[in-house]
């Protein structure tokens, strides 16, 4: 059973490791360093605490002195002070966050609607932005990352609910031995990840999904969807306690997908799965546009949908970039795949529409350029460049099948393609990363932080990352049901089809996104 565990330990590559995305950080570094020293390692904070924190007497005390009394602290090492170098850009990376989702998504998704939708579609992503942040602040930023008790491997506890402990001087551990961020930072970042994870869903039901509705959605799903999840894939030990820990006792502690050794380094099955499966979910249950598939419905701008595509390029460097928690080469590393996948998804999807029907589309383009991006999140600081190259080349098609053949052989209304692009291409960069980590691949290897050695299991890693997906799609469609059916029977999730036919924008809102 020991070795079984041990395996499933090895197999969590840098996720643990190197990079790993904002990973949960129950008390410890997230190290980087392959091997530290022991007398580091015994240094290391307790595994069930969540964060450092300095008071303001032993921060002005001078290196090593403990200010109460006078005593020396030689007993006591000095806790990690943050660097400012990883501060600014850990703040940098949460403000490109925000600029993905309010102008990006909203402009990308509006460009995608006919112009008398185009408000509420801006209206309804920048509305479930605002409750996102307040819902993270008051309860899920503590079921996310806090310590779950009998519920563990699913859900955290209330510990830090209203930000309770977190203050300006409580630090969280990075993924290196002995680095820390600010925790408020890492409550900011982490927090922009629930926001638009939310977000991505209203593209499958839009010009058609009731305002209350969508606030209702906004409150409800994070709790049984995104809150959990984040916690499954994210939440563990900590790097600097995994040294003096044995494998079993790493995996006990940690959230249920973590334990079973998948990687993901930015969000692939924390974000783009589960908001691509509760976007099919919902536009099950919601059914079809009026018109849908009898007439045309094109998207009215898609200058808009460009400019939208490229604030969500930009904003995503802070997204897998800034998931390293670190200004560091595997954020370099985050940051040259993310250019180079979304290149070649791109280019890739321009491809398909040009040998399957003679002729290149900008929304063809925009559309790779998401894949790409959807792909390579959970790959970011795991595959080396020409790896994310081909991950690119390979997803674009594979999107481009369901978000046209499968959709009009099943005839759901995936309005704008959520699931095609989200669900789809996380999956497929879900299964990748554990292939591409590989280092005879190029890819950044796996690191066991028992001993600090290195190595990769190609079939144990590959498994591990398939049934990560298997949780995620499962889990997601489940809480997605609930979530939209309960919503369905009390609230009402559709506008009147009169309300549809004159648009969201003026019956819903009362204005209009243009006056011609």
Known sequence: MLDAIQRRWRGLALALALTAAPLGFGAAAFAQDAAPAAAAAAEAT?????TQETTAEESAAPGGVAAAGGEEAASEPAAPAPDKGDTTWMLISTVLVLLMIIPGLALFYGGLVRSKNMLSVLMQVSTVTAIGMIAWVFWGYSLAFTDGGGLNSFIGGFSKAF???????????????????PELVFVAFQMTFACITAALVLGAVAERIKFSAVVAFAVLWPLLSYYPMAHMVWWWAGATSAFGQTAEEL??????????????????TVVHI???????????????????????????????TLVGAGLLWVGWFGFNAGSNLESNGYAALAMINTLVATAAAGLSWVAVEWITRKRASMLGLASGLIAGLVAVTPAAGFAGPVGAIVLG?????????????????????DSLDAFGIHAVGGIVGAIATGILVNPALGGAGVVDFTNGSSGYDAGFQIMAQVKAVLIAVTWSAVASAVVFLLIKFTLGLRVSRD??????????HGERAYHV
């Open 251 to 268: 995996a006990g502690g940690a959230g249920l997908i973590w334990a079973q050794g998948a990687l993901d380094f930015a969000g692939g």
């Open 46 to 50: 307790p595994a069930a605490e969540a």
């Open 393 to 413: 080349l390979i997803v674009s098609p594979i999107c481009v099948v369901f978000c046209s053949t499968i959709k009009t052989a099943l005839k759901y209304d």
């Open 163 to 181: 930000l309770n402990g977190v203050t300006v001087t409580s630090n969280v551990e990075t993924f290196s031995n002995g680095v820390v961020i």
């Open 499 to 508: 309300t549809e036919e004159e648009g969201l924008d003026i019956v819903e």
């Open 274 to 304: 589960n908001a691509g499966v509760a976007a099919l979910v919902a536009c099950l249950i919601l059914g079809p546009r009026e018109g849908y598939r009898r007439e045309p419905m094109p998207p009215h701008s898609l200058t808009l």
